[in-house]
């Protein structure tokens, strides 16, 4: 079945310093979408990218999503204490039999030292 | 605009009883479904409903059932609870189905503990 691959597992780092997180699908994705996780919280919706080679910002975060569908990452510039948390990808199959089916990587947690 | 609630938010049962989790969708929401968040772990798909039929499902036995009520509520059934079946429980809502669907609303979840 449909493996989504995120890493790394953990991060850390100093407030200010930049952070990235890459996500790699066993096959061809329709779209993928990114949530974060606070300790103790549950999913937010973060983007959904739907494109081949798409690339989106919100403010200090930019999402690629890769040109054979198959891989996406998530770059935040200058880290600040209100990132920390887990970030999660969570990818689309591209066939008709995916229906509500959200693979979710492995997650990568963020923590940022003031 | 009310968000995803589901209840109760913590629960803790026996080997072997039977559980039963709510979730209210998000108001204008159409679309249910349930993952399975185990400690350091990503959800994992169980199933999603959509106009009260079940149409997707992820790796999970038989005694993983659910239903959808009209008013797009749900609820999430497991028997025989094995101690593995310990996980936060999500319910997440949205507007269409399939590829169409946008992000989803994931509510609080029910912290399930087997002892």
């Known amino acids: 079945g449909q493996q989504v691959m995120q890493i790394p597992q953990y991060q850390h780092v100093q407030e200010g310093e930049d952070f990235t997180t890459y996500c790699n699908s066993s096959?061809?994705?329709?779209?993928i979408q990114w949530y974060k996780q606070r300790p103790g919280g549950h999913p937010v919706f973060l983007i959904q990218?739907?494109?081949?080679?798409e690339v989106k910002k919100q403010k200090r975060l930019t999402f690629q999503f890769g040109e054979a569908k198959k891989n996406s990452s998530l770059h935040i510039t200058a880290t600040q204490t209100t990132d920390v948390g887990t970030y999660f990808c969570?990818?689309?199959?591209?066939?008709?039999?995916?229906?509500?089916?959200?693979?979710f990587g492995q997650g990568t947690i963020l923590t940022v030292h003031p | 605009e009310t968000g995803v609630t589901q209840s109760p938010t913590h629960l803790i049962k026996t080997r072997g009883q039977q559980v039963t989790l709510r979730c209210s969708s998000q108001?204008?929401?159409?679309?249910v479904s349930w993952y399975q968040q185990a400690l350091g772990q990503g959800p994992q798909f169980i199933f999603q409903?959509?106009?009260?039929?079940?149409?997707g499902r992820g790796n999970f036995p038989p005694r993983f059932s659910g239903l959808q009520f009209p008013n797009y509520s749900s609820e999430l059934n497991v028997n025989a609870l094995e101690l593995d079946d310990s996980a936060l429980y999500l319910c997440?809502?949205?507007?269409?189905?399939?590829?169409?669907?946008?992000?989803?609303?994931f509510g609080s979840g029910t912290r399930l503990t087997v002892v």
């Open positions: 997440a809502s949205s507007l269409g189905q399939g590829q169409s669907v946008l992000g989803y609303t």
């Open positions: 096959t061809t994705l329709s779209n």
């Open positions: 990218l739907v494109k081949s080679g």
């Open positions: 969570a990818g689309r199959g591209a066939g008709g039999t995916s229906y509500g089916k959200l693979t």
């Open positions: 108001s204008g929401h159409n679309t």
């Open positions: 409903y959509y106009r009260e039929e079940e149409n």
